[in-house]
């Protein structure tokens, strides 16, 4: 059985850092691709990076310059490291595995809320 | 960047009815990069269909997905009462990655 556990989410200053872990199971994860979604309070999903076996990466541009996502093959764990943190960066952070042809999202983590306030 | 736009934004139905949603893109997307998901509050995402058609796996056969070019549908038939839910659609490739339609909210008449 596939599964993704998140972990690593709080309640972090503005232009804090945080780093979140997915720990996955049940699946060869080092062959893989890997990828972050988060969901602001009450709204919609927002794609927000993603990682190739090979380790090619890929962000969405709210995210870049600011957080890097990363891999742990010998671990089984997705990371992704938080860095100055906005207000607008609060929302539940998903892990999700990417299909066979990596065109969509077959497997979901369920969730760490990451909440950004002073 | 490719935008996806759902309709309707609620969807007000009852059980046994069918559900069809809408989800239009800005320009053309290839059928293999669409996708559907369900949320219920509380819970993750869950992958309906890929591929603009095909069904993930253990999604019953009332959820069937259709379409080409710039607009797709989902077609849920004989609405059970654990459908009712959020559907979002999904498009891969080019920058960003993916993109989310903002959903479609499915509830209950």
């Known amino acids: 059985e596939v599964q993704l556990v998140e972990s690593g989410g709080g309640l972090i200053q503005p232009g804090g850092s945080l780093r979140l872990s997915c720990a996955a199971s049940?699946?060869?994860?080092?062959?893989?691709?890997m990828s972050w979604v988060r969901q602001a309070p009450g709204k919609g999903l927002e794609w927000v990076s993603a990682?190739?076996?090979?380790?090619?990466?890929y962000y969405a541009d709210s995210v870049k310059g600011r957080f890097t996502i990363s891999r742990d093959n010998s671990k089984n764990t997705l990371y992704i490291q938080m860095n100055t943190l906005r207000v607008e960066d609060t929302a539940v952070y998903y892990c999700?595995?990417?299909?066979?042809?990596?065109?969509?999202?077959?497997?979901w983590g369920q969730g760490t809320l990451v909440t950004v306030s002073s | 960047e490719i935008v996806l736009t759902q309709s309707p934004g609620t969807l007000s139905l009852s059980p046994g009815e069918t559900a069809t949603l809408s989800c239009r893109a800005s320009?053309?997307?290839?059928?293999?990069?669409l996708a559907w998901y369900q949320q219920k509050p509380g819970q993750a995402p869950r992958l309906l269909i890929y591929?603009?058609?095909n069904r993930a796996t253990g999604i019953p056969d009332r959820f069937s997905g259709s379409g080409s070019g710039t607009d797709f549908t989902l077609t849920i038939s004989r609405l059970e009462p654990e459908d009712f839910a959020v559907y979002y659609c999904?498009?891969?490739?080019?920058?960003?990655?993916?993109?989310f339609g903002p959903g479609t909210k499915v509830d209950i008449k």
């Open positions: 999700a595995r990417l299909s066979e042809k990596a065109t969509a999202l077959d497997y």
């Open positions: 049940g699946f060869t994860f080092s062959r893989k691709y």
């Open positions: 990682i190739y076996s090979a380790g090619s990466t």
């Open positions: 320009q053309s997307v290839s059928s293999s990069f």
């Open positions: 591929g603009a058609s």
């Open positions: 999904q498009q891969y490739g080019g920058s960003p990655l993916f993109t």
